[in-house]
């Protein structure tokens, strides 16, 4: 087994799901170490640290950075895994296990990179900074912490390892949670008259919803605007008229109407219903990931094209995914720079019970990285 996947195999090993990181973390430091690479662990809470690292002249540009996380999301029920999801087991050349294609193959397809690249430094024209997250599945709190610090306000191009079957997305959606809270007056059901019930007053919200973005204006790759209303929850008892009532939703924004402009066609709408009698409607925004886009005549896209087409021997697809990444975390930097997601594994597989990676595919990522950011610097 080459050094490569008896890393990944180690990482493995190592449940992350949701907490941990600190493990992966230190794991990856004393890899990079053995190297002779300096790194930082960047503590977020407990056990959940960062992890950065760079190579490259002091001060030289530009700066390319290879990013991922290094959580997992829970496994599930794993007695409908056929293998351990902690196992890192290989059959047919595939490595089974949670994390396998979201993203310890990306993390360590990236580190291995690093470190080639590393053997060569005197070449590169620039840097090159590792940034591996804590909590991107949760929240992304790694993501937005090392934006806060300043770790990308310098950066040129940043590459996402998430599994993309080595194919190039050039543009994501946001992610957007909101809830909103219905307060009322409980009464007896059989006197409905002397109460406010909670869960008209949210249904309200739930049937102008489907119209709140229609005029949005779609984006040219991403489409329109997504927006599901996914929970409602209401009441303690039967017969009792509810003083409490929530509904949650998610919604999918794009560049072409993002965030903010989400938030403000949401906040008019509630606004106006609580101008009704009786109505009072709190909304918050639980959650918020921008849109990413970059131009697919950029040189990051343009140059992961030729690369990917040096190491594969056939065309690289240019696509779009409806997910997000900690893009859209580091996209908030006020330094703007070009984005590009592209690692091993199929999205398919994410979150998936009996996840795996293509072995051969994963080691022709870290060649394909390898060769991004010698295009990339040669430019």
Known sequence: MDAATSFLQELIRINTANDHEALIAQAIADKLAEHHIESQIIEYAPGRSNLIAEIG????????????????????????????????????????????????????????????????????????????TIGEENGAQGSHQLTELGYVDDIDAMIVGEPTDGQIVYAHNGSYNYTIESVGKQVHSSMPELGINALTNVVKYLNIEPQLFTAALPHPDLGPVVHSVTMLHSGEQINNI????????????????????????????????????????????????????????????QVAQQA????????????VIHGATDASEFVLSPHKFDVVVMGPGPWS???????????????????????????????
Not at 111 to 127: C, D, M, P, T, V
Not at 356 to 366: A, G, S, T
């Open 57 to 132: 002249s002091q001060n030289s540009q530009p700066v390319i950075a290879l990013t991922g996380h290094m959580d997992t999301v829970l496994t599930g029920d794993i007695t409908t895994w056929e293998h351990n999801p902690f196992g890192g087991e290989i059959v047919a050349n595939k490595m089974y296990g949670r994390g396998t294609a979201d993203m310890k193959s990306g993390l360590v397809a990236m580190l291995f990179a690093f470190i080639k690249l590393h053997e060569n430094a005197a070449s590169l024209s620039g840097r090159v900074r590792l940034i591996f």
């Open 349 to 379: 597989q994410a979150h998936m019970v009996d996840e795996y990676v293509d072995l051969e595919q994963f080691e022709k990522m870290i060649d394909t990285y390898v060769t991004i950011i010698e295009f990339y610097f040669s430019m």
């Open 308 to 319: 990917y087409g040096h190491i594969f021997n056939e065309p690289a697809t240019l696509s």
């Open 242 to 301: 509810p003083a409490q009532a929530t509904l949650r939703g998610n919604i999918r924004p794009v560049p072409t109407f993002n965030n903010d402009q989400v938030t403000e066609r949401i906040t008019a709408a509630i606004a106006a219903l609580n101008q009704e009698p009786g109505v009072h409607l709190e909304f918050t925004v639980d959650h918020s990931f921008w849109p990413v886009a970059t131009a697919t005549d950029a040189k990051l896209v």
